[in-house]
Each structure stands twice: as structure tokens, then as C-alpha cells.
């Protein structure tokens, strides 16, 4: 299976949960490959590195939907490693710290922390990366000495030109064998130097450099989530009060929406009319004419005195 796949994803409706990641050799220095924890086990080779990033027991329901969604993302996260970026490992290094402060040390790298993408931000959720270290991480890589990230995307033309003809004449081979060469694969066979294998770090992420910023961090993101949810609420109230609002307006509409509803004598019509009056109740009160819907809703209780049904439904507001 690792020959034809870059990308896998196992879970169960409740329980454990693993996603695969195969990386061309080389990818991942060794200082980040001998890092590993009870969420992240790392199986190299002549050919490949292989991530496998585990949940050995997942709390909540997750169905197929749940899975296609955050499938979609892995391939987007398995790029961001190929192109140097690993915040992946390190938000696993976060994890096993938050459990265990004698987690082995790996190299500090100067990667983004501060803004993560929609795929990190997914992947975070899923395994339960602690926020709060990995702001921490952010501010510990903007007041210290760190190593620059090596990120570069790939050009074509470059790695072409460069390649030999016994080069040239390995990959065609090796496609009229195999029937198919994926471009990770050309990328590992003609690999000219050995990549990350051979880089020395000498500034290093360890329990002992991160742990003066935790407090601060989590400060900072109890304030930030704090602001966040002010926000949505406003953005909340905002729309319900536009939707009260165009209720009030339409209001007409609506008590005829509702006796029409009535009329149909069915448990969906009176489901639909006691939504529309339930509504009309909280636009009137949105309005402050309270008084006004009282009126015309004892009319609506008269004309349908006979429907005990949507009485129930609207026992309520009675």
C-alpha cells in the first residue's frame, strides 16, 4: 500500500484514529525523525519517511463526513512538510509536553505559529493540540535565537535541467518498469546531496525554554478567545435583530403564513404555524409592542379553537 499511497486516514465510529503521511527520504532531518511520542511514530527507509499520527481513543461520534472533511486537508498538510514547513511535528512535540515535561528536545525552527491555516487550525482540533503551547511556541520563536526554516517550493524546469542523462535515463527506466513515477519518487531518486539529514541545530525547543512563556500565553488566549466570542455574539444579536426586524415588517404576511399553515390540519402545517408565531411573538416583543401581538394572537386562538393539536404547540404562548 505505501508504494501507491502519500496519504491515509483510519478511525472508527468511536475510538482510535490514525492518519498516514509518507514523505520522500530525507524530508525530515534526524533530529526531528528520532522525536516520537505516543501520537507520533516516524518508520524511515531508503525511500521514504513515514508519519503516522495517532488517537488512540477519540471521544466524540465520527462518521464518514466527519472523515472526508478533514481527509481533504491531509494532502495540503503533507505539502507543507515536503516544502519544509513541519509545524506538524512540532504541535505533536506541544501535546506530549503538555503531558510529560521530560519530552525529548528538537530543534527550534523559525515556523509561523502566531497565524495557522485552515488545514493546521483542522488538524489541531482533531488532536487536541494545546493552544495555549502553541502560542507559547510563537513567543518563545520571537524572543529567542532560533534557526531559519529552509522552505522553497519546487521548480520543474530547475530540477530538470540540473538532472544528468544516466539520471534521465534511470527515471524512464524506472516508468516503462513500474508503469507509473509519481514526482516525489523522481524527486527521491535523484536526490543530490542528503537534504535535511546532515543539518546541526545548536538552538533546541525543550520543556526548560518554552515553560517561562506558558503563563503569558495563556493569558494572552483566554483574552483573545474572550474578544472572539464578543464578537460572535454581537454578530449573533446583530442578525437575529435584522431578522425580528423584517418579521415586524412583513408581519401581515406572516399571520396569513400562519393561518394558511392552520388550514392545512396536518402535523407539519401546524408545526410551520406555530414557528411563524413564535416568531411574531419575538418580534413584537423586539419592538416593544408586546401588547399589540396579544390581540391578534387571542384572534388566532379563536378562529382555530377547534385544533387541539396546534393548541398544544402553542401552549406556550397561551
Known amino acids: 500500500m505505501l508504494k501507491y499511497f502519500d496519504i491515509g486516514f483510519y478511525y472508527a465510529d468511536w475510538g482510535s484514529i490514525d492518519a498516514y503521511i509518507k514523505l520522500p527520504v530525507g524530508t525530515l532531518p534526524d533530529a526531528l525523525v528520532g522525536f516520537s511520542s505516543d501520537g507520533l511514530h516516524v518508520h524511515e527507509n531508503d525511500e521514504w519517511q513515514l508519519l503516522i499520527f495517532s488517537l488512540e481513543e477519540y471521544y466524540e461520534y465520527f462518521d464518514d463526513e ?3 472533511d478533514f481527509f481533504q486537508h491531509l494532502a495540503s498538510l503533507r505539502s507543507e512538510l515536503i516544502q519544509g514547513s513541519w509545524r506538524l511535528v512540532y504541535f505533536m512535540w506541544l501535546k506530549a509536553f503538555d503531558f510529560n515535561d521530560e ?7 523559525q515556523f509561523e505559529f502566531e497565524h495557522l491555516s485552515e488545514e ?5 482540533a482533531l488532536y487536541d493540540i494545546p493552544l495555549a503551547l502553541v502560542k507559547a511556541l510563537a513567543m518563545v520563536l520571537n524572543e529567542q535565537p532560533s534557526h531559519q526554516a529552509k522552505q522553497a517550493q519546487f521548480q520543474f524546469d530547475a530540477w530538470l535541467h540540473n538532472l544528468s542523462e544516466a539520471e534521465k535515463d534511470m527515471l524512464l527506466r524506472t516508468l516503462f518498469e513500474q508503469g507509473q513515477l509519481t514526482r516525489h519518487q523522481a524527486l527521491a531518486m535523484t536526490r543530490k546531496d542528503s537534504a535535511n539529514k546532515d543539518e546541526t541545530y545548536q538552538y533546541w525547543l525543550t520543556p526548560d525554554v518554552i515553560s517561562p512563556f506558558i503563563e503569558q500565553a495563556q ?3 483566554q483574552q483573545e478567545q474572550a474578544a472572539a466570542l464578543a464578537k460572535k ?9 435584522k431578522m425580528l426586524a423584517d418579521i415586524y415588517n412583513q408581519r401581515e404576511r406572516c399571520w396569513q403564513q400562519a393561518q394558511e399553515q392552520a388550514d392545512r390540519t396536518c402535523a407539519s402545517g401546524y408545526d410551520t404555524a406555530s414557528r411563524y408565531l413564535h416568531q411574531l411573538n419575538e418580534a413584537y416583543q423586539f419592538k416593544g409592542v408586546r401588547p399589540a401581538f396579544e390581540q391578534r394572537f387571542k384572534r388566532f386562538i379563536v378562529a382555530n379553537s377547534s385544533r387541539k393539536a396546534l393548541l398544544n404547540r402553542l401552549s406556550d404562548l397561551l
Open 66 to 68: 466527519h472523515a472526508d
Open 103 to 109: 519530552v525529548d528536545r528538537v530543534p527550534l525552527i
Open 120 to 124: 493546521l487550525q483542522a488538524f489541531a
Open 219 to 221: 493569558s494572552q488566549l
Open 233 to 241: 455574539l454581537a454578530i449573533e444579536k446583530a442578525a437575529k435583530e
